[in-house]
Every structure is written in structure tokens, then in C-alpha cells.
């Protein structure tokens, strides 16, 4: 008796993709509105800041700071990106099928990493 592997996602299951991929676009989407917040802010005290004489010292900690906000900025809107791109998958139907052996990805990966494109097996191997 030979098992047949399933193909595809059944609706049911793509709709719990779908609703976990909102959940985390919505956090994201969250996190990035805090850390613009948080870059205005710096940016603004440096604004201020500049009025007065500030020691060297302060200003290296403030740019610091700044670039730290606009890499976590730049790093939560790639992460947006990729949650859309999975929206997509599931709208055209390539969610959670593996692009190299055609096998459905683990449930467990998807909810990790849910624009992907690879089971864990074709990721690890080299081409």
C-alpha cells in the first residue's frame, strides 16, 4: 500500500497561515512605528542639542543612537516586506510548496519563517 503525500495546503489550513502572517505584519508594523518614534526623537534632542555646546562624547552616543533606530527601521521593513510576499504565495497559490522538490514545507518552519520558499532538507543541502 503506497501513501500518497499531500501537495497542497487545504483552505483551512492556508487561513491559519494567513491569519498568523497578519498577526505578525501587525507587531511589525508596530515596532517600526516605535523605533521612527524613537529615531524623530534622538534626531530632535540633536536638533536641540546643537544650540548648546555638547561634549564630543554626546554626540558619537546620539548618532549611535540614531543609527541603531534606522538599522532596526531598516530591518523590520525588510521583515514587512517578506510577510506580503507570503500574503502573495498564498494568494497564488505557492505558499508552503518548497521551489526546489516540490514537497510541501513543514508546518512548523512556516509559522517560523513564513516566506519561504524552501524546505528545511533543500536549504541545508547546497545546490
Not at 501513501?3 to 491559519?16: A, G, I, M, R
Not at 506580503?84 to 508552503?96: H, K, P, V
Request: glycine share 4%; hydrophobic share 30%; net charge negative.
Amino acid at each position: 500500500m503506497t501513501v500518497s503525500k499531500k501537495k497542497k495546503w487545504t483552505q483551512k489550513e492556508l487561513e491559519k497561515f494567513k491569519t498568523l502572517i497578519l498577526e505578525k505584519r501587525e507587531v511589525v508594523t508596530a515596532e517600526l512605528l516605535e523605533a521612527k518614534e524613537k529615531a524623530d526623537e534622538v534626531l530632535n534632542n540633536n536638533s536641540t542639542n546643537a544650540i548648546y555646546s555638547s561634549h564630543m562624547a554626546d554626540a558619537g552616543s546620539d548618532q549611535q543612537e540614531m543609527e541603531k533606530n534606522y538599522y532596526m527601521m531598516n530591518r523590520e521593513n525588510n521583515y514587512l516586506q517578506y510577510l506580503e510576499r507570503a500574503l502573495t504565495m498564498i494568494n497564488d497559490g505557492s505558499f508552503g510548496i518548497c521551489t526546489r522538490c516540490g514537497e510541501l514545507i513543514d508546518k512548523e518552519r512556516l509559522i517560523e519563517v513564513p516566506h519561504t520558499f524552501s524546505c528545511f532538507d533543500c536549504k541545508s543541502t547546497p545546490a
